[in-house]
């Protein structure tokens, strides 16, 4: 939906800041339930048999109950595209009956999707397994209580704040100086910035080290996140949903990837980091091989005439 309602020049910006504030609110969430609505609620049943059970099923309708009012909002006071609602394009002709089918077709058989799907894989489905991993990895390799551990762990999160965004707004400043190219140019040297810091990251022995290590290379995970969806509308515009979906699945088969190391008895989480580092610096190398109709790639394809890149002010004049 985003994609839909921002124009290509600043798309990226726009995904990286939906998608990163989105990915926080999840954190946030965590955070407000379990520190205060649950305490609260375990107050409120503690006359029944098992107060922490019920509380903790009970308070668990909040975020449902915010997440319907925010449906609703959504659905009621705002527009499918910037020209309007599908059914009121589709009475007056301005838009015809989309093919679910042949939209699915166009997203799955196209290569690029499933290049970016790894690479999702790779900067995603990492924040996924960090979001599990890191408290138990600080908790077990510097002997850290379990509260200390979730705290340190939860930085990870919360660069949400800003991180996916700066990825986002990198795509669109390179698409500006050299379009399509730029955008894969980025997307490289953030992924290898990533698996870079999580080799790193593994071969960390100060407790202070390994925090500021992990600032950084969060940073670049979720800043390849934003960058991933800066691509993604171009890759096949008529079927967007579709190549949105698929590239976004990605990212949950990279976490179940890399959380099967993580579990595995005879991988300690050392080695298990090392596997993560090298898998995300191999799919840095798709960006190479990422070819979209009309774009010019690093080493592939040419620009049409109307994506020539030109500096365009995406910021319009103020009289």
Not at 149 to 158: C, L, M, P, R, Y
Not at 277 to 294: E, M, N, R, Y
Request: include cysteine.
């Amino acid at each position: 939906w985003t994609s839909k309602m921002f124009t290509k020049e600043i798309v990226a910006t726009a995904n990286g800041l939906v998608g990163g504030w989105g990915n926080l609110g999840a954190g946030i969430t965590q955070l407000l339930v379990g520190t205060a609505l649950f305490p609260l609620f375990k107050e409120i049943f503690k006359g029944t048999e098992n107060p922490a059970e019920n509380a903790w099923r009970t308070v668990c309708i909040v975020p449902a109950i915010f997440a319907l009012m925010t449906a609703i909002l959504i659905y009621k006071v705002s527009d499918d595209t910037p020209k309007g609602n599908y059914h009121e394009l589709k009475k007056n002709g301005a838009m015809g009956e989309p093919s679910a089918v042949q939209s699915f077709r166009k997203g799955f058989y196209n290569v690029n999707t499933w290049l970016l799907f790894i690479q999702y894989g790779c900067c995603f489905g990492v924040e996924l397994t960090m979001n599990s991993a890191a408290a138990k990895y600080f908790h077990d390799r510097y002997r850290l209580t379990t509260d200390e551990s979730a705290a340190i762990a939860s930085i990870f999160g919360w660069m949400n704040l800003f991180a996916r965004g700066l990825g986002g707004w990198l795509s669109d400043i390179m698409n500006m100086k050299w379009g399509m190219r730029g955008r894969l140019y980025i997307q490289l040297v953030l992924l290898i910035l990533e698996g870079a810091l999580v080799l790193v990251f593994a071969h960390s022995d100060s407790l202070i080290e390994a925090i500021n290590i992990m600032v950084f290379f969060s940073m670049f995970v979720q800043a390849a996140e934003g960058s991933t969806y800066g691509i993604v509308p171009y890759v096949a515009p008529d079927a967007l949903g579709s190549v949105t979906g698929i590239v976004g699945a990605g990212g949950n088969v990279g976490a179940v990837a890399f959380g099967m190391a993580f579990r595995d008895p005879e991988i300690d989480e050392r080695k298990a980091f090392i596997i993560m580092g090298g898998a995300i610096l191999v799919s840095a190398l798709a960006s190479i091989f990422i070819t979209i109709d009309g774009h010019r790639g690093i080493l592939f394809g040419k620009d049409a005439e109307e994506t020539q890149p030109r500096k365009r002010n995406i910021v319009p004049d103020v009289a």
